[in-house]
């Protein structure tokens, strides 16, 4: 069954404390994207990788970061969390070329972090 | 000024009604365009993809890409409870760019 995982689901932190979230698919997609979505503001995409070690900066970069050492994983970084990071966070994946097909992009089911 | 403007609703309907969800976006760039379904909890689901401008249907869901006129649309006919959700339009501009979002409409479907 073709799917993103994202772990953990839920996280409840304090200021500065480091955390992961980690990002998994198993289609052997190029893509993969981080996004958070925040009430009226609809999703917005913070870092985005298009293969093995290339990776680039969305819409709302700072304060995160992201490797790309495997095509499967696709971890994303807070290095000192901040209150204004609380969100709902989606990792997704996709092929580079999406010819006419919906079966070629999946998100994964959301981390909802809250920073403290 | 949002690349993409997105009526939030919430759109509450009658069961069996046709549904009209509609976007609008600045950027002439755009040459794709998408509709998502995102139940509550739950990541967003593409449902329709389409590539520059026309019609395309799928079952009860038509998307409607007007780039003249920079804005695009998704009908829903025979509405059911089942398609309550938040549908989220996205655009971008080439295989492999970024998607752009709308904020999203949530959609209630009344039996």
């Known amino acids: 069954e073709a799917q993103v995982t994202q772990n953990p689901r839920y996280l409840i932190t304090v200021t500065g404390k480091k955390l992961t979230v980690t990002c998994s698919q198993n289609?052997?997609?190029?893509?993969m994207s981080w996004y958070r979505q925040d009430p009226g503001l609809g999703l917005r995409q913070i870092y985005y990788s298009m293969n093995v070690e290339v990776t680039d900066k969305g819409d709302v970069p700072e304060g995160y970061k992201v490797s790309r050492k495997e095509k499967r994983n696709f971890p994303l970084i807070l290095e000192s969390p901040s209150p204004n990071q609380t969100s709902l966070y989606f990792c997704?994946?996709?092929?580079?070329?999406?010819?006419?097909?919906?079966?070629?992009?999946?998100f994964g089911p959301g981390t909802r972090l809250t920073v403290l | 000024q949002k690349e993409v403007e997105q009526d939030p609703g919430p759109l509450s309907v009658p069961e069996g009604a046709i549904v009209s969800l509609n976007c609008t976006y600045s950027n002439s760039a755009f040459q794709y365009f998408m509709w998502y379904r995102q139940y509550s909890r739950k990541g967003p689901e593409l449902l329709m993809y389409?590539?520059?401008?026309g019609n395309k249907e799928d079952g009860r869901f038509t998307a409607q890409v007007d780039k003249s006129s920079k804005y695009i649309s998704l009908f829903i006919r025979d509405s059911q409870p089942s398609d309550s959700a938040t549908y989220l339009c996205a655009m971008s501009y080439g295989d492999g760019n970024k998607l752009v979002f709308g904020a999203g409409t949530i959609l209630r479907v009344k039996s």
């Open positions: 389409t590539y520059s401008s």
């Open positions: 289609m052997n997609h190029e893509y």
């Open positions: 997704a994946s996709s092929s580079l070329v999406m010819g006419d097909s919906t079966d070629t992009q999946y």
